[in-house]
């Protein structure tokens, strides 16, 4: 089946462009992947958030049918990757991110707020919980009950091969750039440590992070190759299209690293998960990537017509 044009024109139509300032920081990225071996697995993720986290509440509002609270917290991901989170985290009015790297952070800040969160719930003597969320919002932390939560990440790009259809829709002409952006500090995409045909493009044991982190350190020598006096018979034309698909290829790596579901620990009961996906999604592709079914075998998968989009915008009221 296609992808919704909806979606595709919808991403074209926002003021918001994502990863206008490309990769992020390298040694960002290093403290990330380190930080997402330690969330990815339940028995460490469970205890970096105390069960006494502070929250804040700073006003109470009470209506005829509920209560409204308004409070504010520190993020615990603040505390454990210290200086990562952008300050847009504090002066945001609506999203935007800016490298790369701020959606892993977003993805990581997400897990462990959620689980501060339900500590505050379950001493204000609310549960058993559950959590749901509909499109970003639906790839935050699920919990069972208590500390056994189930872990939810940002759909990964596995073996997702239609490269144009992920630059029209990500706007990812940027993504060849780290901060600060200078051309000596672009990476290479080193097809021996990320490889474009390999099974799941997961970057999980040791000497695949490895490989990936000295791709980073070894960036500024490595991209001499991409110079116009080594790419004298290239076209500029020819650069930039393969500059790109290796940028695209290398987020596809980085990506898998940090997001795919693979990675993380198996939430302890999967017929607890009710997966809505529209048919036509041109974000959360169903071809050419794992099941969840098989990665979370129980799980319930449920089909709507339509893209992301209309899904959102229509048809609120079949998995609300």
């Known amino acids: 089946m296609g992808v919704s044009k909806l979606d595709i024109l919808y ?5 918001t462009k994502l990863f206008i300032r490309g990769w992020g920081r390298p040694e960002d990225l290093k403290r990330l992947f380190e930080f997402r071996k ?13 069960s006494d986290y502070p929250v804040h509440i700073d006003k109470i509002e009470e209506q005829s049918d509920c209560k409204i609270l308004d409070g504010h917290f520190v993020s615990p991901m603040a505390h454990y990757v210290p200086g990562i989170m952008p300050i847009e985290s ?9 490298n790369v790297s701020d959606l ?3 993805g990581g800040a997400l897990v462990l707020e959620s689980a501060a969160l339900l500590h505050w719930l379950e001493r204000e003597g609310y549960g058993p919980l559950g959590m749901t969320g509909i499109s970003m919002g639906g790839h935050a932390d699920s919990f069972k009950m208590g500390q056994e939560f189930v872990r939810r990440f940002p759909s990964s790009t596995d073996k997702l091969t239609n490269l144009n259809l992920v630059s029209r829709t990500l706007n990812l002409d940027t993504t060849d750039q780290v901060v600060p952006p200078k051309p000596a500090d672009c990476h290479n995409s080193n097809k021996t440590s990320i490889s474009a045909t390999s099974e799941g493009l997961l970057l999980q044991d040791t000497s695949k992070m490895d490989c990936f982190n000295q791709t980073l350190s070894n960036s500024k020598s490595s991209y001499t190759s ?3 006096q080594s790419n ?20 596809k790596g980085v990506m898998d690293e940090c997001t795919h579901v693979a990675n993380f620990s198996v939430p302890v009961d999967p017929s607890l998960i009710i ?21 979370w ?8 017509e339509g893209g992301h989009i209309s899904a959102y915008l229509f048809k609120q009221g079949l998995f609300r």
């Open 90 to 98: 504090v002066i945001a009015r609506r999203s935007s991110l800016k």
């Open 104 to 106: 892993f952070v977003m």
């Open 297 to 304: 075998p129980g799980c319930e998968i449920r089909y709507l």
């Open 232 to 251: 004298h018979l290239l076209s500029r034309e020819q650069r930039r299209n393969t500059l790109q698909k290796e940028s695209l290829i290398f987020m």
């Open 275 to 295: 997966v809505v996906q529209a048919k036509e999604d041109a974000y959360i592709p169903r071809t050419g990537v794992r099941s969840l079914q098989e990665i």
């Open 38 to 50: 330690m969330i990815g697995n339940r028995e460490r993720c469970q205890n970096l958030v105390s």
């Open 226 to 228: 991409c110079n116009p």
């Open 11 to 15: 991403r074209r139509l926002l003021l």
